[in-house]
């Protein structure tokens, strides 16, 4: 959710709020498998969160990169990197944590 706190905030798009579908919909999807967690759904979530931060922290990555199949719009700016950087960084304790509950649950 940090993530998703990182990526709505101040991201320097001015179109970007956090009722956009951009932001919402990460959180969504965040947010039922957060509350799967807590089901007898425990193992299959924690096994999607652990797949949804990598995804998230693979794609703050590679947004960053001057790749052609990815297209920027609006345009890239050095203002714009850190906050890929602080994404990225806050997907870190969603993975941690899902990576450690995944190896102390056997």
Same mark, same amino acid.
């Given at each position: 959710?940090?993530?998703? &706190?990182? $990526?709505?905030?101040?991201?320097?798009?001015?179109?970007? /709020?956090?009722?956009? #579908?951009?932001? !919402? +919909? #990460? $959180? &969504?999807?965040?947010?039922?498998?957060?509350? =799967?967690?807590? /089901?007898?759904?425990?193992? +299959? *979530? *924690?096994? *999607?969160?652990?797949?949804?931060? @990598? &995804? =998230? !922290?693979?794609?703050? +990555?590679?947004?960053? $990169? #001057?790749?052609? +199949?990815?297209?920027?719009? #609006?345009?890239? /700016? !050095?203002?714009?990197?850190?906050?890929? &950087?602080?994404?990225? !960084?806050?997907q870190?304790p @969603?993975? =941690?944590?899902t990576?450690?509950?995944? =190896? /102390?649950?056997?």
């Amino acid at each position: 959710m940090l993530g998703w &706190v990182a $990526l709505s905030t101040g991201s320097g798009l001015p179109d970007r /709020t956090i009722v956009n #579908p951009e932001p !919402l +919909i #990460p $959180l &969504v999807i965040t947010a039922v498998l957060v509350a =799967r967690w807590f /089901t007898s759904f425990r193992k +299959i *979530a *924690a096994w *999607a969160l652990l797949g949804w931060g @990598l &995804v =998230r !922290l693979l794609g703050a +990555i590679l947004t960053v $990169l #001057p790749l052609t +199949i990815l297209p920027s719009d #609006p345009e890239q /700016t !050095l203002a714009n990197y850190p906050f890929h &950087v602080l994404y990225g !960084l806050a997907q870190v304790p @969603l993975v =941690r944590a899902t990576a450690h509950g995944l =190896r /102390t649950q056997g």
